[in-house]
T-cell receptor
Framework: GAVVSQHPSWVICKSGTSVKIECRSL??????MFWYRQFPKQSLMLMAT?????????EQGVEKDKFLINHASLTLSTLTVTSAHPEDSSFYIC???????????????FGPGTRLTVL | GENVEQHPSTLSVQEGDSAVIKCTYS??????FPWYKQELGKRPQLIID?????GEKKDQRIAVTLNKTAKHFSLHITETQPEDSAVYFC????????????FGGGTRLMVKP
């Protein structure tokens, strides 16, 4: 199956610093990627839709100036948490949809996630 | 927007018994309903999915049913095994799997040996 990678897998940073998380589709091109956030023992909540070549679309309540998204190429989207605070500590997961040989079948592929801890 | 409700939030069964998890959705335009298994600290793994043009799908011990009229879908796991213990999430999306997923709240399944 298709592979989506994330880097780093975990990061610990001091309050006030910025952290960049990369999401790559390794064997397919993704014009769209999705960023989710998952707090402990909770579900995945969509933060934003990353669009290659255009601005990201943010969900209600997600600050676009705090969570900067850049879809630099057809295989890479980055999420930068700016001026991180302890309440931003969470598990961040990206996903990318892939359409297979006939356009009637597609599937979402998830990255392994990045655990962010802000001290 | 779409809202997905999932029940129960926790489910404990004896090994060999069946487990059923139910979800409802609000947007009648949703047409893709995947189920994911997530182990602690790992990515969600797709275990089965169903599209709105079918009412039931089965893959070995796992089956999913969809009732479009009532806007609910269910996951059925038969002959449960301890390794089935995990958190299960249902989800819904429009435009098949090419669009964003709205997840249910999750069900923690515990299979007792």
């Amino acid at each position: 199956g298709a592979v989506v990678s994330q880097h780093p897998s975990w990061v610990i940073c001091k309050s006030g610093t910025s952290v960049k998380i990369e999401c790559r589709s390794l064997d397919f091109q993704a014009t769209t990627m999705f960023w989710y956030r998952q707090f402990p023992k909770q579900s995945l909540m969509l933060m934003a839709t990353s669009n290659e070549g255009s601005k990201a679309t943010y969900e209600q309540g997600v600050e676009k100036d705090k969570f900067l998204i850049n879809h630099a190429s057809l295989t890479l989207s980055t999420l930068t948490v700016t001026s991180a605070h302890p309440e931003d500590s969470s598990f961040y997961i990206c996903s990318a949809p892939r359409t297979f040989y006939d356009s009637s079948y597609n599937e979402q592929f998830f990255g392994p996630g990045t655990r962010l801890t802000v001290l | 927007g779409e809202n997905v409700e999932q029940h129960p939030s926790t489910l404990s069964v004896q090994e060999g018994d069946s487990a059923v998890i139910k979800c409802t959705y609000s947007d009648s335009a949703s047409n893709y309903f995947p189920w994911y298994k997530q182990e602690l600290g790992k990515r969600p793994q797709l275990i089965i999915d169903i599209r709105s043009n079918v009412g039931e799908k089965k893959d070995q011990r796992i089956a999913v049913t969809l009732n479009k009229t009532a806007k609910h879908f269910s996951l059925h796991i038969t002959e449960t095994q301890p390794e089935d213990s995990a958190v299960y999430f249902c989800a819904a999306s429009k435009n098949n799997a090419g669009n964003m997923l709205t997840f249910g709240g999750g069900t923690r399944l515990m299979v007792k040996p």
